[in-house]
């Protein structure tokens, strides 16, 4: 299967302390990017990591790449209640398409 | 920003119509959308890429007669589902890349929840 697996499926944390939820797949990527849903709302994007790229940020954001082991993981430090929602990794095959097949996604929980 | 948006964003028809999502780039051109579908507490599963000008690509699993789509523009492509059934009844997204960008970015619209009674 192309889909990526999410782990854990679910986790709840208290505000303040940081969430680090994982990605891993099969076959080699062109790049991998992370989503965030709201309940029963459209996807934002939080950020792209290409193949080449080991590590990147954005705000409270930390992605890491590691190709070797093939997986990926998302830090959110600082988490606020805000951040409660669905968190998906989406894989890039690259290709003519550049389709995303989505991963198996993390509910997050952030208690107030 | 880019802006992608879907209508209408919320449908119940009865079992056996068929039903039409409109998915709209707003300020770019799209040869390439895309359609998934989301059922409750799972991820989005990618049915099909629809290209401007040209048949639709759809995933194993995914029946093209049932869910027809058309992109007969740059700027917009409808999935139609043909004799809608409750188990049709579902989240679906479309996104689309901008043709004139590096192509490795998707924006996506709100989604339409259907509801086949």
Known sequence: SQQGEEDPQALSIQEGENATMNCSYKTSIN??????????????????????????????????????????????????????????CALNYGGATNKLIFGTGTLLAVQP | GAVVSQHPSRVICKSGTSVKIECRSLDFQATTMFWYRQFPKQSLMLMATSNEGSKATYEQGVEKDKFLINHASLTLSTLTVTSAHPEDSSFYICSARDHLAAGETQYFGPGTRLLVL
């Open chain 1, 31 to 88: 790049n991998l990017q992370w989503y965030r849903q709201n309940s029963g709302r459209g996807l934002v994007h939080l950020i792209l990591i290409r193949s080449n790229e080991r590590e990147k940020h954005s705000g409270r954001l930390r992605v890491t790449l590691d190709t070797s082991k093939k997986s990926s993981s998302l830090l959110i430090t600082a988490s606020r209640a805000a951040d409660t929602a669905s968190y998906f």
